[in-house]
Each structure stands twice: as C-alpha cells, then as structure tokens.
C-alpha cells in the first residue's frame, strides 16, 4: 500500500509524527471493522428478505474491504516494528530533548482526565491511585492501565470475558484464547487473558472508564500526563 522506503523515511526524520499516524491507522483499523459489522449485518438482512443479488454485492464488498483491513493492519505493524527498533535512538532522543525544555510544564498543564478529549496528545505517565507507571503510547497505557486492574481484582476482570458492554460485536476484546478476529491481541502479564489492542484511542478510554467505575475507584484517581 505504501511503500515501505517512505515509511523508514518518515520514521528517521519524523519519529513523533509516525506515533501519530500510527494511531490514526489503528483507529481507522477499527472503523474499518465496524463497517465490516454494519455489512454482515445488511447481508443477513438481505438474505432473510430474499434480496440474494443485493446480499451477494454486499458480501463481494466485504472482501474487499477485509483486504483493505489486513493492508493496513500489515503497513502499521511494519511502521511499529521500525519505530521499536529506533526506540533507543532517535525518538528517545528527540523525547530526551523535549523533557528537558518542558517536563515541569506539561507535569502541570498536560494532565488529562479520563472523559477528556485525547486528540493530538501523546501519553508519557499513567497515574491510578498512587501507582504511578511509564508508558510508550496509547496501546502501553492500555495495557498497562488493564494489567494494574487485572492485578488488584482477577475476578472483577476475568467477568469481562463474555460481557456485551466490554466486547465488540465481531470480535472479542478479553479472551482466554487468541480470537481469529483479534486484529492485536495482547496477552497480559500473569494472567491467562488477551486483550485487543487495535481498537483505538477512544474505545481504550471507554473501556477504561468502565473499568474505573467497576472497580469503584474515582475519575479523579485517574491522570494521563501527555505531551502535545
């Protein structure tokens, strides 16, 4: 889809702008499957109605757009094997660079809250409670944010297998095995439990919010310090 010199282009002289896109793709990875959703859904519809040319469209459509899902989903895996694989160079010089001129302020006037918009921010530090935990991006928080309830609850989390509120329609987002519709899946640390992870931004926050409130712990226990 796009070539891959572009990408490594784009990784060594814009690292942070390659975290961006990375993202955006996720997110785009979850649309994409929500139409895939919306599709099979017309497709039963159209079969029940007997409208078996419509159906028939319907379902080469979906194939199409599934191949569109998979390019996109091996163009970001390859953009975040390069950026892991810079970690230690580049971008963590580039961060080193930006902590030093404007740590004190973004500790200050990055906090963000749990309902707050994430557009165009960055996460470096997740806070819960007095646990205080370093984190890469988005999907670090996330798992990070999952391990950290996972940890102080095991049955309050593992309920959330099965759980309508807390999984997609297609495909699950905790499992005890790896789904074939997991597009990321993420196995958490000492436990027997996978996450998805390619979802996006806001549906971690979402997921985070349920989990906060099951847990009984305060939006105000919760703080994202970012940088823009």
Request: overall charge negative; charged content about 35%; proline content about 3%.
């Amino acid at each position: 889809m796009v070539d891959e010199n572009l990408i490594q282009f784009i990784i060594e002289n814009y690292p942070k702008k390659a975290y961006e896109i990375s993202e955006v793709i996720d997110m785009l990875i979850y649309e994409v499957d929500e139409i895939i959703d919306m599709i099979n859904s017309s497709i039963s519809e159209k079969s029940k109605e007997r409208k078996y040319n419509e159906a028939r469209l319907h379902i080469e459509r979906a194939k199409e757009i599934e191949l569109v899902k998979h390019e996109l989903i091996n163009m970001n895996d390859k953009i975040k094997q390069d950026i892991n694989d810079s970690t230690n160079t580049s971008i963590v010089q580039d961060e080193t660079k930006d902590d030093a001129a404007s740590k004190s302020e973004t500790r200050v006037g990055e906090t963000l809250k749990i309902n707050d918009d994430p557009t165009g921010l960055r996460p470096f530090q997740l806070k819960i409670r007095d646990k205080i935990m370093r984190v890469f991006d988005w999907r670090d928080l996330y798992v990070k944010a999952c391990e950290y309830f996972a940890a102080i609850d095991p049955a309050v989390f593992s309920k959330y297998i099965g759980d309508p509120k807390m999984n997609g329609k297609r495909k699950p987002y905790f499992s005890y095995k790896i789904d074939r519709n997991m597009v990321y899946p993420r196995k958490l640390k000492a436990t027997d439990i996978y996450i998805e992870t390619g979802i996006g931004t806001r549906k971690y926050l979402d997921l985070i919010r349920e989990m906060l409130i099951d847990y009984g712990i305060a939006f105000s226990e919760f703080e994202i310090y970012v940088h823009r």
